[in-house]
């Protein structure tokens, strides 16, 4: 679960034996490893749903609305006689999507403009101060909802929207810590060695500064899948027939007393991988915390 | 001593409610409404959604009403009226006594004002439905409304929302320089005076509430042979969210809830404490089909074929779609061009019933490939639309139809209708007038709305309903109407799919609310038992 | 001086900042697909009364035009009429401001309420049980969706226990406490879960504080520490904390206005861009972005206050 660097960083040969050290560290930290486990379980149902649901998510079957819960069918069925276990095993493969493509995008633009800015300062530094003001000022999930409504709903859609206002988020964490890496002597030696920006920023720099961002988008994660779901539920998010946990809790919320199943279990599925991206987050950010 | 206080209470709760249920209309108590969308400005010509338009009705009454069996048309605030024979002239005598909520009277001037509103063009989005008036005059009690020719639909006109009586003198006194601000200025105080409706309207805050008080000085009688309304009041809350409105509900919190969810229909209905009513309704549930030689991106249209379009009628399950999305709860349209309780309707009974055979024929002979992508553009957040979706999606497959959803919200989808960036789209429709004229105008006119934005144009049926608007007799009328009804089934420019009521829960203590099937909400007879 | 010379630095910076929001939420609210005539006018009406509509609102005129005329009508404090709702923009903020205010406070108290004491009790009991089960319990609030538990609240409390009115907002304080209940309890579990997190590491930093660790080990008791450095660092960082996310917090009331029926704002947003109101949209925007700002501002002067360390920064 170390944070892979996009470039090897000429850090000092300690680096293999303090990587082993996290390790053993991580293994000792009971959060983290469930946290871990629950993402990596969830992770494989996201990959191989076929595999795991015993039915096909959108097979219509009148002769069987709305059932309880049964041998063959563990979570009933729903309104359209669809196994609402397999749906929301489905379910798995869209909701981690969320998680990641929200958000990865969001990061890797973030993570560049803010570790430009946060270098070079002046004018675009500027710039970049007013246009994030602007945008924290403004309502997150209106923005998403307006950005999704001009490009229209969908998934795609919702990503873009998503990434369209999440970068600033992590360019204005990446700035803060470019700006108090850059005091570092070994910032200072790479200057006087004559290396250039990119290779300072990007190799000496960055794997530094980026913790408290890898951090932040462990949370982000699982906000992704909370705001992709908040829009799913208001028909925003994933399109019929696709199952999405927010689509099947807005679908189930009619029979909460007569159905309850129906839309517990997304919710369950919701908060338990919300639990585990929160989780590793935590772990993350007490592991990698700097002593002292 | 506490302990006598509590029996004593106990008695008196006990005796209440023996003798309570024995009176069938009890006087006073204020009933509380959940709606699911607020009221924004309730005036007769102002109003433009169904929010607004259903309301007209309690704060303001017409000249003439429809009787509540449909059988035709009785005075309302007019004693009597008649029709000269060339249907140029309507004469109406008002009631004697008739008063405004103030207590003033209602008089010719008000009507001839009320009129000369409501058809003016410069102010009333609805002055189209009047056009055929000329002139109107009044004097005394006596009114005289002239038209330049004539039109089989004025009198049922005069017992629409956007003909209704405000008081002349209310609007003269109410601040403002324009018809629409002091129209606003005279919705924002409240209060008595505006109109002659069984209440008026005392309180009201935006996009959460909105209350009626009963106005003592109604013209119309209650079984007791005391002024309607039963009432003392209405208070509507806004509760958007269907879940939350029916929660309400069942906490005792209001006494009605509309706009009931049809899959929890069978629910509420076994519970003791509600009444789970389905008021008959001209609301029409249909997909408009885009009938244009080439899509919006110029491509060839696959369903331009009138074949093609008749197929996928063919290849759907009508009487499935009525169980999977009303729950048994509504019907299979029987009209293709308005609900069957529009006057005029003629059923086919089915109207395309399921047949993926012959869908199959029609599709090869119109030239549809299999595995053509068609797109249903649904509105997002509606449970109905997924659901309409996932059945048409697994229906359609046996022709060969791979059909894609494009969920939006409501403004793009009316904005797709009218450029025709659709291939099929949901819609629905609820007539605001009891007469055939406006729906098929809508549906199939093609000068009115490109006949429901499918760019459908067939020149036997424009003229059919040009001549059916000058038709002054009933029966050639109809069989103009018979007639376009058959083009419009046979040319198919629609996805015929179903009727539905409207679904209202009640607490059991409520009776007499009605809905009417043009939606409005009728509470002058509606009363509390304690 | 410096002080004030700051405070002068950031309003000037605002200047920008706000251009850029109208600039923004202009172009965003035109790109939407539809437009007022359209949302307003309804399904019913033909192309010709659309295109009077728009001639009669400007929206025929050029994007430069109407946005000078946006900005100049700002400046000159008029947000303009709500088509939708036929009343004037402000007027129509301003009757449903309070309740997405009253639910905003109402929910950061019960947040501050649940998380103080046991981010207390976690930090105290770093690494043993009671701290794993604080932290675990406030990770699943952390991920729960708004809309599904204020759906259950609702269900089980209210209208099955009725315990609290399902909904609405009432009048009074007393009411208004009483029937915000639930919402405010809703959003208040997701943020006393932040609030709870980031409580126990400022309580942990200052523990771990050489200075702490220098006082405790003379012999002061724990209650005087904590007393004496430990709140004031709390405070700093929840303020902090509760300062920045209140952008999050306030436009989160629109999923939990929608689903508890409450007539505030956020609920006003959803409408106003379903109706295509442009107005209304812009107006609502700006007084969010206003009210934000306020916060920013008003949790940058505390904290100095509170630390002095920031006072020169």
């Given at each position: 679960?170390?944070?892979?660097?996009?470039?090897?960083?000429?850090?000092?040969?300690?680096?293999?034996?303090?990587?082993?050290?996290?390790?053993?560290?991580?293994?000792?930290?009971?959060?983290?490893?469930?946290?871990?486990?629950?993402?990596?379980?969830?992770?494989?149902?996201?990959?191989?749903?076929?595999?795991?649901?015993?039915?096909?998510?959108?097979?219509?079957?009148?002769?069987?609305?709305?059932?309880?819960?049964?041998?063959?069918?563990?979570?009933?069925?729903?309104?359209?006689?669809?196994?609402?276990?397999s749906r929301v095993i489905w379910a798995y493969s869209v909701n981690m999507q969320m998680a990641v493509l929200a958000t990865v995008f969001a990061l890797v633009i973030g993570v560049v403009v803010g570790a430009l800015v946060g270098y070079y300062r002046g004018l675009a530094d500027i710039i970049f101060g007013r246009f994030v003001d602007a945008i924290i000022t403004l309502p997150f999930l209106v923005l998403?909802?307006?950005?999704?409504?001009?490009?229209?709903?969908?998934?795609?859609?919702?990503?873009?929207?998503?990434?369209?206002?999440?970068?600033?988020?992590?360019?204005?964490?990446?700035?803060?810590?470019?700006?108090?890496?850059?005091?570092?002597?070994?910032?200072?030696?790479?200057?006087?060695?004559?290396?250039?920006?990119?290779?300072?920023?990007?190799?000496?720099?960055?794997?530094?500064?980026?913790?408290?961002?890898?951090?932040?988008?462990?949370?982000?994660?699982?906000?992704?899948?909370?705001?992709?779901?908040?829009?799913?539920?208001?028909?925003?998010?994933?399109?019929?027939?696709?199952?999405?946990?927010?689509?099947?809790?807005?679908?189930?919320?009619?029979?909460?007393?007569?159905?309850?199943?129906?839309?517990?279990?997304?919710?369950?599925?919701?908060?338990?991988?919300?639990?585990?991206f929160s989780l590793i987050g935590d772990g993350l950010a007490d592991l990698l915390r700097p002593r002292g | 001593m506490k302990k006598t206080l509590f029996a004593a209470a106990v008695a008196a709760t006990l005796a209440l409610a023996l003798t309570g249920p024995l009176a069938a209309q009890e006087r006073g108590g204020t009933l509380k409404f959940a709606r699911y969308d607020g009221s924004k400005l309730v005036?007769?010509?102002?109003?433009?959604?169904?929010?607004?338009?259903?309301?007209?009705?309690?704060?303001?009454?017409?000249?003439?009403?429809?009787?509540?069996?449909?059988?035709?048309?009785?005075?309302?605030?007019?004693?009597?009226?008649?029709?000269?024979?060339?249907?140029?002239?309507?004469?109406?005598?008002?009631?004697?006594?008739?008063?405004?909520?103030?207590?003033?009277?209602?008089?010719?001037?008000?009507?001839?004002?009320?009129?000369?509103?409501?058809?003016?063009?410069?102010?009333?989005?609805?002055?189209?439905?009047?056009?055929?008036?000329?002139?109107?005059?009044?004097?005394?009690?006596?009114?005289?409304?002239?038209?330049?020719?004539?039109?089989?639909?004025?009198?049922?006109?005069?017992?629409?929302?956007?003909?209704?009586?405000?008081?002349?003198?209310?609007?003269?006194?109410?601040?403002?320089?324009?018809?629409?601000?002091?129209?606003?200025?005279?919705?924002?105080?409240?209060?008595?005076?505006?109109?002659?409706?069984?209440?008026?309207?005392?309180?009201?805050?935006?996009?959460?509430?909105?209350?009626?008080?009963?106005?003592?000085?109604?013209?119309?009688?209650?079984?007791?042979?005391?002024?309607?309304?039963?009432?003392?009041?209405?208070?509507?809350?806004?509760?958007?969210?269907?879940?939350?409105?029916?929660?309400?509900?069942?906490?005792?919190?209001?006494?009605?809830?509309?706009?009931?969810?049809?899959?929890?229909?069978?629910?509420?209905?076994?519970?003791?404490?509600?009444?789970?009513?389905?008021?008959?309704?001209?609301?029409?549930?249909?997909?408009?089909?885009?009938?244009?030689?080439?899509?919006?991106?110029?491509?060839?249209?696959?369903?331009?074929?009138?074949?093609?379009?008749?197929?996928?009628?063919?290849?759907?399950?009508?009487?499935?779609?009525?169980?999977?999305?009303?729950?048994?709860?509504?019907?299979?349209?029987?009209?293709?061009?308005?609900?069957?309780?529009?006057?005029?309707?003629?059923?086919?009974?089915?109207?395309?019933?399921?047949?993926?055979?012959?869908?199959?024929?029609?599709?090869?002979?119109?030239?549809?490939?299999?595995?053509?992508?068609?797109?249903?553009?649904?509105?997002?957040?509606?449970?109905?639309?997924?659901?309409?979706?996932?059945?048409?999606?697994?229906?359609?497959?046996?022709?060969?139809?791979?059909?894609?959803?494009?969920?939006?919200?409501?403004?793009?989808?009316?904005?797709?209708?009218?450029?025709?960036?659709?291939?099929?789209?949901?819609?629905?429709?609820?007539?605001?007038?009891?007469?055939?004229?406006?729906?098929?105008?809508?549906?199939?006119?093609?000068?009115?709305?490109?006949?429901?934005?499918?760019?459908?144009?067939?020149?036997?049926f424009n003229e059919l309903y040009d001549t059916a608007a000058a038709e002054m007799d009933p029966e050639r009328r109809a069989a103009h109407f018979r007639r376009m009804q058959e083009i419009y089934a046979e040319e198919a420019p629609l996805l015929f799919m179903y009727e539905t009521p409207f679904a209202v829960a009640l607490s059991a203590k409520v009776t007499g609310y009605v809905q009417t099937p043009l939606?409005?909400?009728?509470?002058?007879?509606?009363?509390?038992?304690? | 001086?410096?002080?004030?010379?700051?405070?002068?630095?950031?309003?000037?910076?605002?200047?920008?900042?706000?251009?850029?929001?109208?600039?923004?939420?202009?172009?965003?609210?035109?790109?939407?697909?539809?437009?007022?005539?359209?949302?307003?006018?309804?399904?019913?009406?033909?192309?010709?009364?659309?295109?009077?509509?728009?001639?009669?609102?400007?929206?025929?005129?050029?994007?430069?035009?109407?946005?000078?005329?946006?900005?100049?009508?700002?400046?000159?404090?008029?947000?303009?009429?709500?088509?939708?709702?036929?009343?004037?923009?402000?007027?129509?903020?301003?009757?449903?401001?309070?309740?997405?205010?009253?639910?905003?406070?109402?929910?950061?108290?019960?947040?501050?309420?649940?998380?103080?004491?046991?981010?207390?009790?976690?930090?105290?009991?770093?690494?043993?049980?009671?701290?794993?089960?604080?932290?675990?319990?406030?990770?699943?609030?952390?991920?729960?969706?708004?809309?599904?538990?204020?759906?259950?609240?609702?269900?089980?409390?209210?209208?099955?226990?009725?315990?609290?009115?399902?909904?609405?907002?009432?009048?009074?304080?007393?009411?208004?406490?009483?029937?915000?209940?639930?919402?405010?309890?809703?959003?208040?579990?997701?943020?006393?879960?932040?609030?709870?997190?980031?409580?126990?590491?400022?309580?942990?930093?200052?523990?771990?504080?050489?200075?702490?660790?220098?006082?405790?080990?003379?012999?002061?008791?724990?209650?005087?520490?904590?007393?004496?450095?430990?709140?004031?660092?709390?405070?700093?960082?929840?303020?902090?904390?509760?300062?920045?996310?209140?952008?999050?917090?306030?436009?989160?009331?629109?999923?939990?206005?929608?689903?508890?029926?409450?007539?505030?704002?956020?609920?006003?947003?959803?409408?106003?861009?379903?109706?295509?109101?442009?107005?209304?949209?812009?107006?609502?925007?700006?007084?969010?972005?206003?009210?934000?700002?306020?916060?920013?501002?008003?949790?940058?002067?505390?904290?100095?206050?509170?630390?002095?360390?920031?006072?020169?920064?």
């Open positions: 679960m170390t944070p892979a660097s996009p470039v090897s960083a000429p850090v000092p040969p300690t680096r293999s034996s303090r990587s082993r050290e996290l390790l053993r560290a991580a293994l000792t930290k009971p959060g983290l490893m469930v946290g871990v486990g629950i993402i990596a379980l969830s992770t494989l149902l996201a990959l191989f749903p076929g595999f795991f649901a015993p039915h096909d998510p959108n097979a219509i079957n009148v002769a069987a609305m709305r059932q309880p819960p049964s041998l063959p069918h563990p979570f009933g069925t729903d309104m359209l006689g669809r196994d609402a276990f998403v909802i307006a950005v999704v409504a001009v490009l229209g709903p969908g998934l795609v859609n919702m990503y873009i929207a998503i990434t369209l206002v999440g970068w600033v988020y992590y360019a204005r964490l990446m700035r803060a810590e470019i700006i108090s890496q850059k005091t570092s002597d070994y910032a200072a030696a790479g200057i006087v060695m004559g290396y250039s920006d990119l290779r300072i920023i990007f190799r000496h720099l960055l794997p530094n500064a980026i913790t408290p961002v890898i951090v932040y988008w462990m949370t982000d994660m699982a906000l992704a899948i909370l705001l992709g779901s908040s829009l799913g539920y208001l028909g925003l998010g994933a399109q019929p027939p696709q199952a999405e946990w927010g689509v099947l809790i807005a679908e189930g919320r009619n029979f909460v007393t007569t159905a309850w199943w129906l839309s517990l279990m997304p919710g369950i599925a919701i908060v338990l991988t919300g639990f585990g | 005036d007769p010509i102002y109003a433009e959604r169904n929010p607004d338009i259903w309301m007209v009705g309690s704060l303001y009454s017409t000249l003439l009403e429809r009787a509540r069996d449909g059988s035709g048309l009785t005075g309302a605030l007019a004693a009597s009226f008649s029709q000269s024979s060339d249907g140029k002239t309507i004469d109406i005598t008002l009631r004697d006594g008739i008063r405004f909520s103030d207590g003033s009277p209602v008089t010719a001037a008000d009507v001839v004002f009320s009129l000369d509103r409501a058809r003016n063009p410069d102010l009333s989005p609805w002055a189209g439905l009047l056009g055929a008036i000329s002139g109107v005059t009044g004097e005394g009690a006596k009114v005289t409304i002239t038209l330049s020719r004539p039109d089989p639909t004025i009198l049922s006109m005069l017992a629409t929302f956007n003909t209704a009586i405000v008081s002349r003198a209310a609007f003269e006194k109410a601040p403002g320089a324009t018809d629409q601000e002091k129209s606003a200025a005279l919705f924002a105080a409240g209060g008595p005076g505006a109109g002659s409706g069984p209440f008026y309207l005392s309180g009201f805050e935006q996009g959460a509430s909105m209350s009626f008080k009963a106005n003592p000085y109604y013209w119309k009688s209650g079984a007791d042979g005391k002024p309607l309304p039963y009432l003392e009041g209405v208070e509507f809350q806004i509760i958007p969210d269907d879940a939350t409105r029916i929660l309400k509900l069942q906490a005792g919190e209001v006494d009605i809830a509309e706009f009931i969810p049809f899959a929890r229909i069978a629910e509420l209905g076994t519970d003791p404490n509600l009444q789970m009513e389905l008021f008959p309704s001209t609301r029409i549930i249909y997909s408009p089909i885009n009938t244009r030689a080439t899509r919006a991106d110029g491509t060839p249209n696959p369903l331009a074929d009138k074949r093609v379009r008749q197929a996928l009628n063919y290849a759907t399950n009508k009487e499935a779609l009525v169980s999977l999305v009303l729950h048994g709860a509504g019907a299979p349209m029987t009209s293709p061009l308005m609900s069957s309780s529009t006057p005029m309707a003629v059923k086919t009974d089915p109207l395309y019933g399921y047949d993926p055979v012959k869908a199959m024929e029609l599709m090869q002979e119109g030239g549809f490939a299999a595995g053509t992508k068609i797109k249903l553009t649904t509105l997002a957040g509606s449970a109905d639309d997924a659901t309409v979706f996932a059945a048409l999606q697994q229906m359609w497959t046996a022709v060969g139809v791979e059909l894609v959803a494009e969920q939006v919200d409501s403004p793009t989808r009316g904005a797709k209708n009218r450029s025709g960036e659709f291939d099929i789209h949901t819609y629905g429709w609820v007539d605001d007038i009891a007469d055939p004229s406006q729906v098929v105008g809508w549906l199939g006119h093609t000068p009115t709305a490109k006949a429901v934005g499918t760019g459908w144009e067939n020149k036997e939606g409005a909400n009728v509470f002058e007879e509606a009363s509390l038992q304690r | 001086m410096a002080p004030l010379r700051y405070l002068l630095n950031r309003l000037l910076l605002l200047v920008p900042t706000f251009l850029l929001v109208m600039v923004i939420i202009f172009l965003l609210v035109r790109l939407l697909p539809g437009d007022p005539a359209i949302a307003l006018l309804g399904d019913k009406a033909s192309d010709a009364e659309l295109a009077a509509f728009r001639e009669r609102l400007g929206l025929n005129a050029p994007l430069a035009t109407q946005f000078m005329l946006f900005v100049s009508s700002v400046l000159s404090g008029n947000l303009g009429t709500s088509l939708m709702l036929r009343a004037p923009v402000w007027d129509v903020i301003l009757s449903r401001l309070p309740a997405t205010i009253f639910l905003t406070v109402y929910s950061v108290s019960l947040a501050v309420l649940i998380a103080g004491p046991l981010a207390f009790a976690a930090a105290l009991n770093r690494g043993r049980w009671p701290d794993t089960v604080i932290r675990a319990v406030f990770q699943v609030g952390l991920s729960m969706p708004v809309f599904y538990i204020g759906l259950l609240l609702l269900t089980f409390l209210a209208a099955q226990l009725r315990l609290f009115p399902v909904g609405g907002y009432g009048k009074g304080l007393a009411e208004n406490l009483y029937h915000l209940f639930l919402p405010a309890m809703t959003v208040a579990l997701y943020t006393s879960a932040i609030l709870m997190r980031n409580l126990r590491a400022a309580i942990i930093e200052v523990l771990d504080a050489e200075y702490v660790q220098f006082a405790r080990a003379k012999g002061l008791p724990l209650r005087l520490v904590l007393g004496r450095h430990v709140l004031r660092n709390a405070l700093i960082s929840t303020i902090t904390l509760l300062g920045l996310s209140i952008g999050n917090l306030m436009s989160g009331t629109l999923v939990t206005e929608t689903v508890f029926g409450v007539p505030g704002v956020g609920r006003l947003m959803l409408d106003a861009i379903f109706g295509r109101d442009y107005a209304l949209i812009q107006g609502l925007t700006l007084t969010f972005a206003v009210l934000v700002t306020l916060v920013f501002l008003m949790t940058d002067l505390i904290q100095s206050r509170l630390d002095p360390r920031l006072r020169l920064s």
